[in-house]
């Protein structure tokens, strides 16, 4: 599968792990059938909403494996590949594509900041680690180390670096992305985005969460953009944008679980440490996902 199809909207996939540390392997097969089902355009496991930072490697393993095998190659799978260490993320990246998955998240945890040459040099590790597509992945809000401009400019010359996933909150600097790169490197919005403003200016789709829990209404609102009824758009982005607005209150992971549970998918609750949501914050995420349709 070229990286020609990725685009459109790839919900990151939570990972339903038991008290005990199990995968909920079933209940993750059905959650991707039913994505499948409603029409999304890819689907994106280890991700943020994954709770990657709180799984073993054997965990994401098996999470990947149930997502390759329940997808059968309908939608491309992008994992994700997050590691403290750089020789650890040549050893992820060279087991997701092992594993049968189409696209790598490279996704950089920190403990001590890493300057750009540190930073750049992990990325590229993981691209030629693999001859699969590279999407970026930067999240300066839980980075510690950051890709720069500069970097990603320079990253962008690598022939399978094809994609950045930008959790930013700056559409500024998604601009910057697009002028210092000439189209070298697609852009994929996230939930801390406007996925309709970045459609505007020359977005591909966007990676989030909350897709998981209204991926009708994300497609929906992916078709009438490429379709540029900005109007429609508009509108549509507006009334979905009150899921943000109540998930930006607590933890993403939190939300997502809990309201797929509300939608019979018996996911667990966040990996602990991680709290679970308030009977208040439940009934906030049951009300948001009622008013758009989702329950």
């Known amino acids: ?9 790839f919900p990151y996939l939570v990972s339903p792990v038991d008290s005990e540390g199990r995968v909920k392997h079933e209940v993750l097969a059905r959650l991707v059938e039913h994505l499948i089902d409603k029409g ?10 994954g709770e990657f930072a709180y799984l073993s490697f054997e965990q994401r393993i098996e999470i990947v494996k149930t997502v390759v095998a329940a ?3 309908r939608v491309p799978v992008i994992a994700g590949v997050a590691a403290l260490t750089t020789r650890d993320a040549r050893i992820q990246a060279e ?12 996704i950089m945890e920190s ?54 996933k930008d959790a930013s909150t700056n559409t500024g600097r998604l601009l910057s992305v697009l002028n210092q790169t000439e189209g070298k490197l697609q852009i994929f919005s996230a939930s801390a985005h406007i ?38 758009v508009v509108a549509l982005q507006r009334e979905l944008w009150r899921v943000n607005e109540v998930f930006a209150r607590y933890s993403l992971a939190a939300c997502i679980k809990a309201g797929l549970t509300l939608q ?4 667990g609750d966040p990996i602990a440490p991680q709290p679970v949501l308030s009977d208040e914050a439940l009934t906030q995420v049951r009300s948001v996902l009622q008013r758009v349709g989702a329950l």
């Not at 599968?1 to 909207?9: I, Q």
């Not at 999304?40 to 909403?49: I, N």
């Not at 019979?264 to 996911?267: A, I, N, Q, R, Y």
């Open 264 to 267: 019979g998918f018996d996911v």
């Open 1 to 9: 599968m070229s990286s020609e199809n990725f685009h459109g909207v």
């Open 195 to 232: 996925p309709a403003a970045v459609m505007l200016i020359g977005g591909v789709g966007w990676m989030a969460g909350p897709a998981c829990l209204i991926p009708e209404q994300s497609v929906r609102l992916y078709d009438l953009a490429v379709q540029q009824r900005w109007a429609d």
């Open 71 to 73: 997808a059968r190659g």
């Open 40 to 49: 999304v355009h890819g689907l994106a496991p280890l991700g943020s909403t």
């Open 95 to 106: 087991t997701m594509q092992a594993l049968g998955v189409q696209g790598i998240l490279a």
């Open 111 to 164: 403990y001590f900041s890493v300057d750009d040459v540190g930073t750049e040099s992990y990325f590229r590790a993981i691209a030629e680690a693999v001859t699969l597509p590279v999407v970026l992945y930067t999240n300066p809000q839980f980075q510690r180390s950051d890709l720069s401009i500069p970097v990603i400019r320079r990253l962008a010359e690598v022939d399978n670096i094809a994609y950045i």
